[in-house]
């Protein structure tokens, strides 16, 4: 098995993020300012630093948490049976030969399936790379549930439009895809809801939004008692402290949780976009006719921003948790929308607003880090 290779979170390391996020946003950013594919040089160039930022994202502490639930998993039997690791991930751990091979596998395989639902949806590369690598990457390379929100999106994305000839195939596949999505994170239970709230409903327009809207709560409302009942330990959060190192700590799990005028305005900044894009996905259905992918998309994100809001507040059963999660999983829906607003001109004031927020938000949540790890 391989050596620790940072123990912990460090000022430099946290820098060679912002160093990261910084090459990316110069070099994709011709397809957003200038409306132009990028040369292919800085294209590739972007590509890289978005995955290389992917396998070593320091900024968070859960880059250390997974690193060390590895090692206990490699050498402790008894860590195995008592991990809040779902066991696929047990199997991967026991598979891959040191941890670098884990999030190459895991997290480079979340990616992989981000550049698949960008391709089939056939929205412009350059601008979802462009907006997906500045403004959502630093959260979507922070938690395995990553993988099993892009599995079910590319699953959606699948059934919506299949390919032309291989139509059975595709809605075989992508079935599979949403349901096996749950094996990967408990939470995707939520997202799978949502994903067959998706399909049964009609496109939302000016007229039916509020009938929309009252129905879905209502059902969110039963998910909810339903999650408090079924999912319990899934509504702790993904982030990690990394000082909690005691046996059976249940580390990948529990969330340190942040308090004070600084964290709060950094979540805020994060939640924000996220209305805004369902907003976007709102307006978008109101006033255009899309394609029936894009529609799928739209609705999934919209509805899953309603779920979301369900569980704002904490009820006692830690669903204020489940709230922050479930907004992360429109990161990549996310990503869409405002690639194919902005590529046809759609409500393009509104992009620019969500895009100056989010990247806003990024800016403020990186240096807010490394001003935590200078004074710690």
Known sequence: MGNVLFENQTPALVISNMVLLTIIYYSLQPAYYNLQP?????????IVCIFLFTMFSFWIHDWFGYQREFMLIRESEWYRERTS????YIWIILHCPDYLIFRFVVFGGALLLVYLIIRHLQVSRDLSCFFFGVLFLPLFAYARVSLAVVMMLYGTVLISRPFANRRTLSYVLGVVLVVVSVFFHKSAAMGILVVIFSFISRTANKNSWFYIVLAFLATAIMARVAISIFLGGALDADEMSSKSME??????NKESVE????????????RIPYYLCALLSFQIQSEYTVPKEIEA?????????????????DLGANTSIMF???L??????????MAYAYQYGLFTKLVKIIFFIGLSCVIYRL??????????
């Open 38 to 46: 990028n040369p292919p040089k800085r294209l590739y160039l972007g």
């Open 85 to 88: 690791l779902e066991p696929v």
């Open 247 to 252: 046996a059976g700590q249940k580390y990948m």
């Open 259 to 270: 308090s004070g005028v600084g964290a709060l305005l950094g979540y805020t900044l994060e």
């Open 297 to 313: 998309i739209l609705k999934f994100d919209m509805y899953l921003v309603l779920l979301a809001t369900v569980f704002a507040v």
């Open 324 to 326: 922050g999660r479930l």
């Open 328 to 337: 992360r999983f429109a990161l990549v829906p996310s990503t869409v929308i």
């Open 367 to 376: 240096t807010y880090t490394f001003y935590n790890t200078l004074v710690a």
